[in-house]
T-cell receptor, first 111, second 111 residues
Framework: DSGVTQTPKHLITATGQRVTLRCSPR?????VYWYQQSLDQGLQFLIQ???????AKGNILERFSAQQFPDLHSELNLSSLELGDSALYFC??????????FGPGTRLLVL | GENVEQHPSTLSVQEGDSAVIKCTYS??????FPWYKQELGKGPQLIID?????GEKKDQRIAVTLNKTAKHFSLHITETQPEDSAVYFC??????????FGTGTSLTVIP
């Protein structure tokens, strides 16, 4: 158990819909990272937040957004969902930059 | 941007033998290189990492080597055991705190 929690574990929705994935980092960790893992794309870095501020941006689509709240939990919002958005979404946390601890992931299925 | 290549994509070894997984990166400014192990249905778990100011790091049966000049780093697992069977990912972090992952190596240890 990494100490990072993610909800929900599974999510099934339809194309065009919007979903919100939630992540609670390990106690004391200020950084939160979001990743997408799909069979054909591997593990893709989406975005990083540090203490509420966006720190780094990766391959995140404009339809996706994220934020980190004052209590340091983070949410990833996915809108106008497409079939290709079906994937595992992982959150990871770290004290600052470097060693990351991953959560168990949210499996998203878009039908 | 950074390009991380990982090989082999699959690797089978006899229990007790050694396993080596190699990664190359393109951004000479990358300065942190973690390795993750991912078991089925779980999030990636950090197993070892190395920073650019170090050439080698060892933790029991696991070691990582880094050649900054050649821009490659390798994971070495000695005395492999069946529980080492998993998918292994390398990653690099650049100075912008962006992480790039390799495509993964599926390791099977045959009892």
């Amino acid at each position: 158990d990494s100490g990072v929690t993610q909800t929900p574990k599974h999510l099934i929705t339809a194309t065009g819909q919007r979903v919100t994935l939630r992540c609670s980092p390990r106690s004391g960790d200020l950084s939160v990272y979001w990743y997408q893992q799909s069979l054909d794309q591997g593990l893709q870095f989406l975005i990083q937040y540090y203490n509420g501020e966006e720190r780094a941006k990766g391959n995140i689509l404009e339809r996706f957004s994220a934020q980190q709240f004052p209590d340091l939990h983070s949410e990833l919002n996915l809108s106008s969902l497409e079939l290709g958005d079906s994937a595992l979404y992982f959150c990871a946390s770290s004290v600052s930059a470097g060693t990351q601890y991953f959560g168990p992931g949210t499996r998203l299925l878009v039908l | 941007g950074e390009n991380v290549e990982q090989h082999p994509s699959t690797l089978s070894v006899q229990e007790g033998d050694s396993a080596v997984i190699k990664c190359t990166y393109s951004d000479s400014a990358s300065n942190y290189f973690p390795w993750y192990k991912q078991e089925l249905g779980k999030g990636p778990q950090l197993i070892i990492d190395i920073r650019s100011n170090v050439g080698e790091k060892k933790d029991q049966r696991i070691a990582v080597t880094l050649n900054k000049t050649a821009k490659h780093f390798s994971l070495h697992i000695t005395e492999t055991q069946p529980e080492d069977s998993a998918v292994y990912f390398c990653a690099s972090m650049n100075t912008g705190n962006q992480f790039y992952f390799g495509t993964g190596t599926s390791l099977t240890v045959i009892p």
